[in-house]
């Protein structure tokens, strides 16, 4: 029988920012949060507050942070931002509300990951009304808002966007393959929450780091803009069979 060195924490980046994924998850799942807001989120939540130092600004910091200082060999990263969380494998779209249940996917991915000795996992980007039940599982593509990180071999990149992005192309390049179940799908608030990223959010910087993201990766992305958003995915396909 294996055993699995898990982590979970909700990633709360401050800021008068309400968060509402600890509704969706068990009251002792730990929350991290600025080491300034400790009591403002103590009150607020019943969720054990674990912190971070308030100098550590940005997701890609943040995220090379709690890579460095927790010993778990995987760690699974959950916005604070998720208002649903879907399974979109049965007959009509079910929208999980027991805890419980949330918790054991969320495990049960970090152990099909584990074992298939990837580096990165998580959930499907794609818009609900577009699943193919034909491909509950994808090997390629980007995860982001729930992200499941397995050992210590890549960083995060030092930047305050889009850095999850970045995290699955050094994957793919490197280890062909990352995990995501296309079965399950995360419902945020993104960019119209407060708090956040939206803090250090403007308009200058963000097109800098997309620019920036974009000279690294070049020929990888498409980068459309729609409206107020803006839209990122892979312009190639490395697809490999899957037996069930």
């Not at 979970?8 to 949060?33: C, H, Q």
């Not at 918790?103 to 980007?125: H, P, R, W």
């Not at 403007?202 to 459309?224: D, M, P, V």
Request: charged content about 25%.
């Amino acid at each position: 029988m294996k055993f699995y060195d898990i982590r979970i924490l909700i990633l709360s980046r401050g800021r008068s920012g309400k968060a509402t994924t600890p509704v969706l998850l068990p009251d002792y799942i730990e929350m991290l949060v600025p080491e300034s807001e400790k009591e403002n989120y103590s009150i607020q939540y019943p969720n054990p507050i674990l912190t971070i130092p308030d100098s550590e600004e940005g997701l890609g910091r943040v995220r090379n942070w709690i890579l460095d200082n927790f010993r778990e060999e995987i760690i699974i990263m959950v916005d604070d931002d998720i208002k649903y969380f879907y399974c979109l494998s049965g007959v009509l779209t079910e929208r999980i509300s027991d805890k419980e249940k949330f918790l054991q996917i969320l495990i049960n991915t970090a152990v099909m990951a584990k074992d298939l000795e990837v580096c990165c996992f998580g959930y499907s980007q794609t818009d609900i009304r577009k699943y193919k039940g034909y491909e509950p599982f994808v090997l390629s593509g980007w995860v982001g808002c729930i992200i499941g990180i397995i050992g210590r071999k890549y960083r995060f990149r030092d930047d305050k966007y889009k850095v999850d992005i970045d995290y699955c192309l050094q994957t793919l390049l490197n280890e062909r393959v990352i995990w995501i179940d296309s079965r399950y799908y995360a419902a945020q608030l993104r960019d119209n929450n407060m708090g956040g990223n939206s803090i250090w959010r403007t308009q200058e910087a963000f097109n800098a780091s997309i620019e920036s993201l974009k000279a690294k990766w070049k020929g990888c992305l498409r980068i459309a803009y729609v409206k107020t958003q803006v839209h990122i995915s892979f312009t190639f396909k490395r697809r490999g069979a899957i037996h069930l």
